[in-house]
């Protein structure tokens, strides 16, 4: 069963196109990721599913029903902000129960939906609180109780951990993904932080300039991305682009950058001399020799457990991951090699894969 389709979707604010042509299902109980830079219309896409953005063109449907024109509270769904959102002057019980309350619920059915929301969000400790004696955490979980006990047949959330800091950015990422485990409930999630999506998504959508890029599961996108955008978006460190062009001598094939060094290629390969090579920071190999090439060393971080070198390869700027500890300086040369299995091949002029 599908819970929500876009048909054709697009929205202008005057001469201005923020969303076109928007073709996407999403499955009951299926926890999908919006997901792409500033501005690529992710969050309106989603304001546009609440009701709180209205549709230029194209259809929407809920649950089998055509909900272009339906208002916010008739569409069966619940969003949970950015910002709290929290009533200040009320405990967090009574945040947590404040929609049934308005819908005219008897105080024993809104008692009972606050003590279920409360055990699968672990907040009984935090129910006689205000907003202002609970941390980002809390606040963001009673924000989420608040969403469960309307019990929606979609959930949204608009960037709902922009506002915490790293630590608690891992806390409750893991705290929605085991959320959605329990309640299996439909989920469209917005976010610019790619991480947030590779690590919570059943599936992501990446989107540029209004317009959808890619569909498919995590590692779908990491190990076969439509276009260089998708490759550069997607991982974190992000991949490298090494321009060179693609050499070909009987039934080998080889890439080669401007400053002369090569990479094997398993096969053979046509494309030309204006096409880049990228390559995840985690796949370049420490070692010299014919099928090598040199990254001019700039900054070497290491974290301990990894080494991270940001240097060059001719023009080009990359960023190599080492799970070693290696003794190299900014200045030093640092030969390196890829297997080929792990080289992408992009047309430079359109992006496209080749």
Sequence with gaps: MTDVQFRNLSKSFGQHKILEDINLDIKTGEFVVLVGPSGCGKSTLLRMLA????????????????????????????????SYALFPHLKASENIGFGPKIRGENRAAIDDKVKKASGVLNLFSYLDRYPRQLSGGQRQRVAMGRAIVREPSVFLFDEPL???????????????????????????YVTHDQIEAMTMADRIVVMDRGRIQQVGQPLELYDRPANKFVAGFIGSPSMSFVSGALKT??????FETKGGGRLVLSGTASGGDAVEAGIRPEHFVVGAGDEA???KVDVVEPTGSETHVYGSI???TVRAVFRDRLQVKSGDRLPVSVDPRNIHLFDKATGLPL
């Design 51 to 82: 009701g709180l953005e209205t549709i230029t063109s194209g259809d929407l449907v809920i649950g089998g029903t055509r909900a272009n024109d339906l208002p916010p509270q008739k569409r069966n769904i619940a969003m949970v902000f950015q």
């Design 162 to 188: 922009s506002n915490l800091d790293a630590q608690l950015r891992v806390q409750m990422r893991t705290e929605i993904k085991a959320l959605h485990q329990r309640l299996k409930s439909t989920i469209v």
């Design 249 to 254: 001598a009987g039934a080998q094939s080889w």
């Design 293 to 295: 090439i040199a990254i």
């Design 314 to 316: 001719g023009d080009d």
